[in-house]
């Protein structure tokens, strides 16, 4: 039996490889909204960040968030993301 690939990503925040299911997934639509999508399956570009606030943090002070995503994002959209993932049980 072959044995299934893990997908790995690397977190805009800590900059490290993880597993695809240990970070969540923010994505830019095609309409251009910014939102957070739990399922990792839907379309648009995608960055990666882990589940924690110190990670958020250091992508939104470096802006690592807005180049992954290839758009500027306004302090109202960085809130909504920042209460979405202290909103989301955190999986470690």
């Known amino acids: 039996m072959k044995t299934k690939k ?16 240990e970070l969540l997934r923010v994505l830019r639509t095609p309409e251009g909204q910014i939102v957070l999508d739990l399922t990792g399956k839907k379309a648009g570009r995608g960055a990666y960040i882990c ?3 110190t990670c958020f943090t250091k992508a ?6 807005e180049r992954a995503l290839k758009q500027a994002l306004q302090p109202e959209t960085y809130e909504e993301i920042k209460a979405c993932i202290l909103a ?3 999986a470690n």
């Open 60 to 65: 939104y002070k470096e802006k690592r968030l």
């Open 6 to 21: 893990n997908p790995q990503r690397m977190c805009v925040g800590c900059q490290e490889m993880k597993s695809k299911k």
């Open 88 to 90: 989301v049980p955190n």
């Open 51 to 53: 589940n924690n606030e």
